[in-house]
């Protein structure tokens, strides 16, 4: 079977994991979302718990919104405490936790190196350093951007277009590159998507990258392309992580807590019912 196969199915399935891939930095977004739906939940819990409690004191029903409190206090309180304490310890003392330390540590002392073979005029032993780089972070896009760089030095226009031909801000220079790339290959849509995802595992790609893959993919036309088994796998690609229904991707990221408000809300209007 082809790598790239390989790399696509991979991707399929990595989407279908929560948090799969390390965050590279401390992102806003990360600590929004526990704040919405655990402080939801929070509250709901709370102050539900304490209406039910009060409402039905002089019944065993009042031990249901006790245990409302309870749960909402000790187990969404705690995730709320645990997360915010975490995020702040770490982003005034260990701010590193956010990184990928490995490949941050790999990429940098290979780098360094590649710095002394450019100052030694050795451009082929920098790109061979860059491309094995690569082969082991794909889709680094900052290591696909500086090989692409040196190779448009040498004048290896098409080589380069291969590599960025899916990024999602690519500068003139790489745009010239890209279109040379388009043009070595006729501007046959079916090669420029199946060379534009070799190394490339699908896992990592920003949303402007997979429109640009979704743009490729969209002009095959013919059948002998589109009877391919890349055609299918990016189509299945795309179908996970682009065009998903925006309920369907909210039910997959938050499916738990979905379930427990309809749980709190059921529990809620019973008892709203019965008074």
């Not at 032993?125 to 290591?143: M, P, V």
């Not at 909210?250 to 529990?267: C, D, K, M, P």
Request: aromatic share 12%; charged share 20%.
């Amino acid at each position: 079977m082809i790598k790239s196969d390989i790399d696509l199915r991979g991707a399929i399935q990595q989407a279908r994991k929560d948090a799969a891939s390390p965050t590279t930095q401390l992102q806003i977004s990360s600590l929004i979302t526990p704040l919405i739906t655990h402080g939801l939940l929070l509250l709901l819990y709370l102050g539900g718990g304490y209406w039910v409690f009060k409402a039905f004191n002089e019944s065993a029903w009042g031990f249901v919104g006790v245990a409302m409190m309870l749960w909402g206090g000790l187990f969404h309180g705690m995730i709320l405490l645990f997360v915010y304490g975490f995020a702040g310890y770490a982003a005034l003392f260990r701010p590193h936790w956010f990184q990928r330390v490995i490949e941050r540590r790999h990429v940098e002392r290979v780098n360094g190196r590649i710095e002394k073979d450019l100052l030694n005029g050795d451009v082929d032993k920098a790109l061979d350093r860059l491309r094995g780089l690569l082969s082991i972070y794909r889709e680094n896009f900052t290591l696909r951007r500086r090989l692409a760089a040196l190779l448009i030095e040498q004048d290896q226009l098409v080589a380069a277009g291969q590599l960025i031909i899916l990024h999602p801000r690519a500068t003139p220079p790489e745009q010239k590159a890209i279109l040379a790339f388009k043009e070595a290959n006729g501007n046959d849509a079916f090669q420029l998507l199946r060379k534009s995802i070799k190394g490339v595992s699908g896992q990592n790609l920003s949303k402007q990258s997979r429109l640009n893959l979704a743009d490729l993919h969209r002009q095959i036309d013919d059948e002998q392309g589109q009877a391919s088994w890349q055609y299918r796998l990016v189509q299945q690609y795309l179908d996970y992580t682009l065009h998903r229904p925006y309920w369907q991707v909210l039910w997959v990221e938050h499916r738990n807590v979905l379930i427990e408000l309809v749980i709190a809300l059921s529990l809620l209007s019973f008892f709203w019912f019965i008074q």
